[in-house]
């Protein structure tokens, strides 16, 4: 059945807020990084430190991230059409997966520029200027990652969650580089390049994480909270016998319900339709997030016949 209720519209229309929501939250976390990447890179020039240009180039990676987002939310609210016929929400899955790249990239070069310092042990210089930009990415790392991390749950956005994941291992990183300083300011020169590993090891931690998240969005995964949430608000529908297969997926931070109930087969098709017009609006406001919902009414097999579920099931095996 088509979604047409007023409550659908309603939430069509708080998704395309949440789209809004989620630039806003791009472009605010983009000045913040942006700040300071270029406050770092004035240091790294100044001071020759391999963990901090490690912290900077990620910092910058993390800044420049924000415009695949930026471009999928725009393209999220596109209306759907024939080709596209569930919309653009896709995009965000994309630009996921190009954010989990950026990090690997970042993740590399880090590596690579600790490495070469191991070989090549170099003295770095101004090691106050040095601690105090790596204090200056900590407090602009966190912030952007709580910023970014809370934005993407309102949202239902695992792109946005990703990238926050991505700026809150920057901040620790930063963290790494005072020890680093801290380091050199006692005459020991290889705490920097070892501080740009352990900067290398963190970035790969994170990068599982966001793995993790964006994996699971692209293979349709969803909590299992939410479907018992569904099946719960499904199985107090007046009408409603039995829930069957019930499907939710994601579309950009949009979910979608696909679902089958068993109404009483004495029902004419006026009846059974306004059950289903009734289980949809119950799981428009049961599942969070949810913007459309497809019910389909199977009535209840005749004496003696079989259940249609069950035999779809054996043939199904």
Known sequence: MKPHSHESADKVDRALESSAQGMRALWISLAVLGVTAVTQAVVVVLSGSVALLGDTVHNAADALTALPLG????????????????GYGRAEDLAGIVIVLTITASAFFAAWTAIDRLLNPQGI????????????????????????????????SAALIADGLHARTDGFTSLAVLLGAG??????????????????????????????????????????????????????????????????????HRLRAEVAVVVDGELNVREAHQVAVEAEHALLHAVPKLTAA??????????????PHLVLAHHGT
């Open 183 to 252: 380091g050199a300011a006692i005459g020991w020169r290889l705490a920097d390049p070892i501080v740009g590993l352990l900067i290398t090891a963190a970035i790969v931690l994170v990068l599982r994480d966001a793995c993790r998240e964006v994996f699971r969005r692209v293979m349709d995964a969803v909590d299992p909270a939410l479907v018992d949430a569904a099946e719960l608000a499904l199985g107090r529908v007046p009408g409603v016998r039995a829930v069957g297969e019930l499907r939710l997926r994601w579309i950009g």
């Open 294 to 307: 497809l019910v389909h009414a199977d009535p209840t097999p005749a004496p003696g016949a079989p259940d």
């Open 125 to 156: 210089s101004h090691l106050p200027a040095v601690a105090a930009a790596a204090v200056v990415g900590f407090v602009g790392n966190e912030w952007v990652a709580r910023y970014r991390i809370r934005v993407g749950r309102e949202i239902g």
């Open 71 to 86: 471009v999928a939310f725009v393209l999220g609210r596109r209306a759907a059409n024939r080709r596209f016929t569930y």
